[in-house]
């Protein structure tokens, strides 16, 4: 984690002496000071925060496509006069355990438009989703395991 503390020194200072806009200085200076960590990183010991922060980011790029095509796909919905909506509740076997893996799959789920989480079983093995296009149950719970979860088990563990 000092690492990453480091890192940001590092963003702070190089949006300081740049003297341009706050947001892209340190945008700027974050991807440099990520640059030139991973660049001497044998100095520094073994560390996740080289192999977590291109997770992260490949979490947002698929979070973002993702909304996007289901933004798409609810928007076509509404504007045709024949819904192809079939919406259906599907329990989704969970391979996340702990709370903050839970917590995170089960909002992101819901911040897509065309599913909402709905409850987590006693046992905490499966999480009720409701879908709004739901053709096949097994291919639903793939894609979201295969997707989201998966990338959010990657980052966090």
């Known amino acids: ?18 003297g341009g806009p706050v947001g892209s200085g340190l945008l700027a200076g974050f991807a440099l000071g990520y640059l030139a960590l991973w660049l001497t990183r044998p100095l520094y010991g073994p560390s996740k925060y080289f192999q ?14 993702e909304l996007v095509r289901s933004n798409l796909m609810v928007l076509w919905d509404v504007l045709t006069p024949t819904h192809i ?46 879908v709004m296009f739901l053709d096949d149950v097994t291919a639903t719970c793939t894609h979201i395991k295969e997707g989201i979860e998966r990338r959010i088990l990657e980052v966090l563990r």
């Open 1 to 18: 984690m000092h690492v990453f503390a480091l890192n940001l020194v590092f963003a702070l200072l190089f949006a300081l002496f740049s």
């Open 52 to 65: 977590r922060l291109p997770r992260i980011f490949g979490l947002l790029v698929y979070f973002t496509k």
């Open 85 to 130: 909506s079939q919406p259906g509740i599907v329990a989704l076997p969970l391979t996340a355990k702990s709370d903050l893996e839970i917590f995170l799959v089960a909002n992101l789920i819901s911040l897509t438009p065309g599913t909402l989480s709905l409850d987590v079983s006693a046992d905490r093995r499966y999480l009720y989703v409701h």
